[in-house]
Structure formats: structure tokens, C-alpha cells
């Protein structure tokens, strides 16, 4: 147990269907983040938020939706997507959005296949 | 611009051989490094992380890392590997940014 909790595992979708990954922690970390992870491909960051408001968006399509309804909670809301957004999307959280001096705690992972 | 380097993308040793993994970074000042692991279809763990002070520090596992400044280095360590190490090992580094940045990962295999 890494403290940042993700579900699914593991997800299979068709490309019409909508979704939502769940990532939680009870860390009183006060940034959550979503990361993808594609094969042959380095770690993509994808949204970061601090205190439950959205401060970075790294060009991400818009089918991609997060969201932080406080700051122990965030889901990423799928919808319309396409077969090369197949890939393990991760979850993690700091203390601030500095990092912190203990740097990031990572979930477990979602496993998405869309087909 | 801010960068991280794992020259090795594959590495096999033979269990109970020493292991190091390389890692170089590229950033102005001294950033805050990391060494995570990450098992097949798990997340990433961390082993260890240096922020100032002793530039070798020790980590879970067995493992340890030293900081050289000179070679803006963070090299990955563990004098005997067993057979459960083998996984993908990411070095990153916190610059003031906030953002943490990975390397490529290097893949390691041990060998019976």
C-alpha cells in the first residue's frame, strides 16, 4: 500500500464509451497529479493540481477530463477516445506543488485498453 | 533546459553480481533526486532521494546512490542483485519548478 490509491486496475473501453479513473490519498498531500505512461515512451505529466485548482494542463486533448473535488480525491472523466490512449495512466501526490522535500507518492495504476 | 539521462536503456546481470544504474542530469543548481522502481504493471516505488548533505545515500531494498556534483551524476547501487530486482528503474530530479522529471527508464534483468 503506497498511501495513493487507485481504481480500476485495469480498464477496457470501446472508443464511444465514457469512463472515469479514480485516484485517492490519504496523505494530507496537498498536489495531486496525472501521469501517462505509454510504451517505449517516458512519463507524460498530464494535469497537476494544487489545492484542488487546476494549475497546469500539459496540451492534453479534451476528451481527457480531470477533475478535484477536494484535495484527497481526483478522477480523470474519459470520453471519445481512441486506441493510442492505451497506456498505464498513474496517479501521484506531493506535499505542495513544489514537491516538497519528500517528492511524489505514486499509485498503483490504471491499465486502460481502449478498443 | 532541465534534463535527465539513463544512458543504459537495458541492462542484464547475473544474480548476486553488483549492479549500478547511470544517471546524469542536466539543471543549473542542485536539484532534489529521486531512484524509483517500477515492477511490471505496478506503479512507481521510490528506493531513495537526495536533497543535501551526505552525498551517498541509502535507500530501501539494499540500494543506495551517490550525489557527484562534478559529474552531475546520481548513480544507482546495490553490491548484490537478487532475483526480485528485476524491474524498470527511473531516475528523476525536482528542480524549483515543482515538476518532476524522468529519465527514460532502464530496464534491468537478472540472470539465474
Known amino acids: 500500500e503506497t498511501g495513493v490509491t487507485q481504481t480500476p486496475r485495469h480498464l477496457v473501453m470501446g472508443m464511444t464509451n465514457k469512463k472515469s479513473l479514480k485516484c485517492e490519498q490519504h496523505?494530507?498531500?496537498?498536489?495531486m497529479y496525472w501521469y501517462k505512461q505509454s510504451a517505449k515512451k517516458p512519463l507524460e505529466l498530464m494535469f497537476v493540481?494544487?489545492?484542488?485548482?487546476?494549475?497546469e494542463n500539459n496540451s492534453v486533448p479534451s476528451r481527457f477530463s480531470p477533475e478535484c473535488p477536494n484535495s484527497s480525491h481526483l478522477f480523470l472523466h474519459l470520453h471519445t477516445l481512441q486506441p493510442e490512449d492505451s497506456a498505464l495512466y498513474l496517479c501521484?501526490?506531493?506535499?505542495?506543488?513544489?514537491?516538497?522535500?519528500?517528492?511524489?507518492?505514486f499509485g498503483s495504476g490504471t491499465r486502460l485498453t481502449v478498443v | 533546459a532541465q534534463s535527465v539521462t539513463q544512458p543504459d536503456i537495458h541492462i542484464t546481470v547475473s544474480e548476486g553480481a553488483s549492479l549500478e544504474l547511470r544517471c546524469n542530469y542536466s539543471?543549473?543548481?542542485?536539484?532534489?533526486l529521486f531512484w524509483y522502481v517500477q515492477s511490471p504493471g505496478q506503479g512507481l516505488q521510490l528506493l531513495l532521494k537526495?536533497?543535501?548533505?551526505?552525498?551517498l545515500v541509502q535507500g530501501i531494498k539494499g540500494f543506495e546512490a551517490e550525489f557527484k556534483r562534478s559529474q552531475s551524476s546520481f548513480n544507482l547501487r546495490k553490491p548484490s542483485v537478487h532475483w526480485s530486482d528485476a524491474a524498470e528503474y527511473f531516475c528523476?530530479?525536482?528542480?524549483?519548478?515543482?515538476?518532476?522529471?524522468f529519465g527514460q527508464g532502464t530496464t534491468l534483468q537478472v540472470k539465474p
Open positions: 501521484a501526490s506531493s506535499q505542495d506543488r513544489t514537491g516538497g522535500r519528500g517528492g511524489y507518492t
Open positions: 496523505l494530507g498531500h496537498n498536489a
Open positions: 493540481y494544487s489545492l484542488e485548482e487546476r494549475v
Open positions: 539543471y543549473g543548481a542542485t536539484p532534489y
Open positions: 537526495y536533497f543535501s548533505g551526505d552525498t
Open positions: 528523476a530530479v525536482l528542480p524549483n519548478t515543482g515538476k518532476l522529471i
